[in-house]
């Protein structure tokens, strides 16, 4: 069965930086674009950044871009998402998303209607 499990959330202060890891089981992540996702309390899931299928191309949204750092290790199975400068307001649950198809491309969108499997979410918190 194909899952996303993600994981290195946590509690932060600000101006520090954690390290998010999706890692995949029941399916490869190579060749799948990949897209990181987040939701604060009391708004909509944004997107945060992304990675081609070919892992060479890499997106970020408004929020994240200059801070935010996406990569993968295809050995590993996993994307990761390396936040640093974090605010207050990065407070959200963060998840992972893959594409079911498995195809070499230089894109990923960063809408969820661009993604089939998704993982449960891992909380980070930035505050003092």
């Known amino acids: 069965q194909e899952q996303l499990v993600e994981s290195g959330g946590g509690l932060v202060q600000p101006g520090g930086s954690l390290r998010l890891s999706c890692a995949a089981s029941g399916f490869t992540l190579d060749v799948r674009a990949v897209g990181w996702f987040r939701q604060a309390p009391g708004k909509e899931r944004e997107a945060v950044s992304c990675i081609s299928s070919s892992g060479y191309s890499t997106f970020y949204a408004g929020s994240g871009e200059g801070r935010f750092t996406i990569s993968r290790d295809t050995a590993k199975n996993t994307v990761y998402l390396q936040m640093n400068s974090l605010k207050p307001e990065d407070t959200a649950v963060y998840s992972c998303?893959?594409?079911?198809?498995?195809?070499?491309?230089?894109?990923?969108?960063?809408?969820?209607?661009?993604?089939?499997?998704w993982g449960q979410g891992t909380q980070v918190t930035v505050s003092s």
């Open positions: 998303a893959a594409q079911e198809i498995a195809v070499v491309d230089h894109f990923c969108p960063l809408e969820e209607s661009g993604y089939d499997y």
